[in-house]
């Protein structure tokens, strides 16, 4: 019997939008299903999922997740995991845990590799070693280094989970999600609640995996170019040994109720203002049968911000910005929904609620815009069409998109089918113009499962958190005899021992490898015609785009005074939120939606190759469909030279939603800040980042926004001295990614656009230099701490900068920096970058509960990676690594998108390939030569850690670092 002959065929059918045949069949012995997806993707995917509900809040779905791929039956390494990340051509590895279902994929071009992760991931999932010390690692465990020291909490998840419920923005929407839902899975946290993770016992660990991870539960599905006939020799291996049983994981629905419900929950804000939290009320729906109407919906009312619902709470000044549960939630069993404000004072919490109904009860009243309805369902048409998902594999996000009906059991095999869907809506509008304003009557306004949030700030809850674990902790210590406690050092020690045992060559051996064969090859050559149309830099790329259109108009940062830059953010929102000569606000996103499938801003700092210089531009990038360019460029030319910026009041509600947002992210990833920090400090093009996105930002928000009430003046002229200096012909590059077919009708609306502009003068300026010290911290309320260091590595080498350090920062992320900061640390990341063209490497960790301990580990770097000893396995092992993320998958936007930044910093294709070469010609002696340098550089680098102030007041040498309060 072939593999094939296991497997029925029960559904087929033909997804024409995508160019895709959809194949269902079903193991008959294991009775697992299985979805075939076949289609001319080069970029496979492969995923197993598993329906797993849970009764509690221990997080253990999460640590299941963390776990399985922690040594198997046919793979019995500790961490097979991190060799796999290390030594695979990848293009996706990861896992996800929902509140309903866990989640395997991979992905790779390489069908060799995609299979070998594939036998991999099955193996972990449905045999894994599940060892007591990989649930103590990874979940949680009491630590204690001897029996005069205190007793603490350990584990994996238990400090990311830390972190998450540091930040509230990070955890409000479960709470809301939690409320909504209080007779199902989704009223537990799946992730885990620190409070209650460390009440989950190894036994129920265990259980949790016999219950849900059978092939009965699971859903697999493969994607792509391979052939059927392999797949089912992959997956019949694995599904042959089990036979089918019952698994109880229906993910029931919530019934809907007839009351209001309110909740009130608090957060630690830290230094900030104390007077302000956070308000919504929010509403669960009794069925999803058909997905589009809500997401059409959605942009109708929040989609933009001229959007009612969005206009009307922004606009009301009763908070500083949208809350970060705002809108549609359509990926579980039953739609959620939620508006609100955040930074709302206590006085104002009913108006928010207040203002939402009465908003939503003139849209009905009223009626909506016929043309905002139409711009809505053209916009999401041109999404759906083009289906673009950047570097993230469009295999996967089809998946994922399809797990949306198959867990619930819906008609997942024309989930990605939207013609038909499309087709109906239009023509119930055509009969029925009022359906919108209709379903906001019934499924809103009528709705009695509701919701109100309200979410307080209350200062000190992080110290009382911590002490109360404290007390908890010392309470367990006291209640152990001498034996006992005895006992739980030694299981310190001996979970420490496990932890630094090395796979041997052995069982490395075991793993399915690619071949130095496999890597051979050529850097991708993107193609790229330089033009000049009226002396401005035209760059176009012949690249299959099926039928869009992709450009991107630069304006070069040097033609305006370096002490402009931090406006560049505030600006960049302005183009679609100020109204114009011709048009209003509203006019601009209706007239984007209509002709164009997305409009965006981006802002590049780089240095160039040649070490000298700095190469920053502001990008407006935009998709088209050809024949609608030239309504595209005539948008942008309005909005670039006509935009009216005497609007005071919509200028600070935007610098108060900046504000807002980087204080959460400071919060809730402090290593992004810190990494920023120390750029600044050591490399040419950081002190733009800082100034513009990092902590100076921060302080430059919080005094520009006293500015607009004492100086609105001063404010206005800055705004008026970017629009009349920045937008000028000699500073503008043009970018077009763009089948040859298409380039006729392009030319004629380029050539018209830039005539457009004016001459005008570039003068470049040098930005003021950090003022950080050596070693700063940044004290923000967390439970959790970022420790980032930074250092200059480009004069210690010399030529091109990137193949070699590519390959000894890849063995350094997976082998040093896993083993000691995450697996023995309990920090949930850390990680070692280079930028090539800078030359700086930064070292980070992520959700760290350590301080000192971490900054020990990396000082000891240099000495590790002098005295390593490793053979040419492991090092092609790392080269491997390597190559697959210089050789990544790019979709067609990035191509040209990458090429032109590759033009403007310098970079050229005999370098590109110098880089590649270095990675496959890389040994151990470079290796030990980057310990010598790091041993000799340590010294030179900088520190900026992000913690709180309890972590930062137990570190033994306090007066070395200058202390920075962000948020006070």
Known sequence: MSAKDFFKLIKQTTITEYSSELKLYIHIKSGTTVLFMENDDTNKVFGVSFRTPVSDSTGVPHILEHSVLNGSQNYPLKEPFVNLVKSSLNTFLNAFTYPDRTVYPVASQNKKDLYNLAKVYMDAVLFPKLLPETFKQEGWHYEIEGTDNPVTYKGVVFNEMKGVYSNPDSIYTDYIMNALNPNNTYSHDSGGNPAKIPSLSYENFVNFHKTFYHPSNSLIYVYGDDTSDDRFDLINEYLNQFDKIDVDSTIHTQDILPRLAHKVEYFDPGDSSLD?????????????????????????????PTAPIYKSLVDSKLGEDTAPFFGFELDLVQPMISYGLKGVIESDQSKVIELVYSTLDNIVTNGINPKDIEAAINSTEFQLREYETGSYPKGLAMMLDILVDWVYDRDFMN????????????????????????????????????????????????????AEETKELDSYKQSLSISKLNELVLETQKLKEFQNIKDTPEQLAMLPKLTFEDLKGDPEIIPSIKNSVQDVPVYYHNIHTNGVAYIDIGFDLDAIDAKYYPYLALYSRLFTELNTTHYTANDINQLLDLHTGNFSSKVINMEKVDGESVVRYLFLRGKVLPRSIASLLEIWSEIIQTLKLDNKDKIKQILIDLKSTLESNIVSDGRVYGTMAINSLVSRSGDFDEITSGYRYLQWLQETILRVETNWQEVLNDLFYIQNNLFIKNSLVVNITVESKDLNTLEKPIFDFISTFRQGFINKSSILSSKYKDKTVFVIPTKVNYVCYGVNLKTAFSGVIGGQLDVVLNHLNYDYLWSKIRAQGGAYGSRATLDKLSGVVNFWSYRDPRFEGTIKDYAKIGEYLQDLKIDKNDILNSVIGSIGKFDSYMAPRDKGWVSLIRTLTGRTYEELSQIRKQILDVSIDDFHKLGNILSTSFKDGKWAIFSSQSSFDEIANKSSYEVIKPLS
């Open 276 to 304: 302000k939290g956070y308000v919504s009320t929010s509403w669960l729906f009794s069925k999803k049968e058909n997905s589009l109407p809500y997401y059409i919906l959605d942009k109708i009312l929040t989609g933009s």
């Open 415 to 466: 989930t990605l089918s939207f013609e038909k869907d499309l087709l109906e809506l239009k023509q119930e509008l055509q009969s029925n113009p009022r359906y919108f304003e209709d379903m906001i009557q019934k499924e809103l306004i009528e709705n009695t499962h509701r919701l109100d949030f309200i979410y307080l700030p209350k200062k000190g809850l992080l110290d009382d958190i911590a």
